[in-house]
């Protein structure tokens, strides 16, 4: 895929969050955009802020990953090497995301979780939430496209 097509998706994901799509929302939106497939966000709205906003596992990344289901996993419950190929691509995307982001869970990227005591006030004081969050939607986006793509290479 070309640079200018991942950098137009990357954009329109950026509107949807301006427009108020959580991190999970948007990922999964621009995994399939890129995947060419219309698939309701809704069913990532309770991963935003890192499952249902407790600071788990970043909702970006959980976008990324169901997204990725889409691609390569399984319809079928024997269906073992749709499974093992998900969890092998699925652990690229999670190693690539940490290596950039630092972490993994939104607790340890935001500092807070966005519904403790004080994470509201703690996000309007320096914008984390802004400018962590775009950058991990846009690094999970890029990860899970990045390696569908060196994956639809090697099936070739």
Do not use: W
């Amino acid at each position: 895929m070309s640079t200018d097509r991942v950098s137009e998706i990357v954009c329109e994901v950026n509107r949807k969050r301006a427009d108020g799509f959580n991190c999970a929302e948007s990922t999964f939106y621009g995994v399939c955009r890129y995947l060419g497939v219309d698939m309701p966000v809704s069913c990532m709205t309770g991963f935003g802020g890192g499952l249902v906003g407790i600071g788990s596992v970043c909702g970006a990344v959980s976008g990324a990953i169901c997204g990725l289901g889409i691609y390569i996993g399984r319809t079928e419950p024997g269906d073992e090497e749709s499974k093992a190929r998900c969890k092998d691509l699925g652990q690229q995307i999670v190693q690539e995301f940490t290596s950039e982001m630092g972490a993994l869970t939104c607790h340890d990227i935001l500092g807070f979780a966005l519904d403790s005591e004080g994470g509201p006030e703690e996000d309007v004081k320096d914008n984390r939430k802004k400018t962590r969050c775009s950058a991990a939607v846009r690094i999970a986006l890029e990860s899970a496209i990045r390696t569908i793509e060196s994956d639809k290479q090697e099936s070739k």
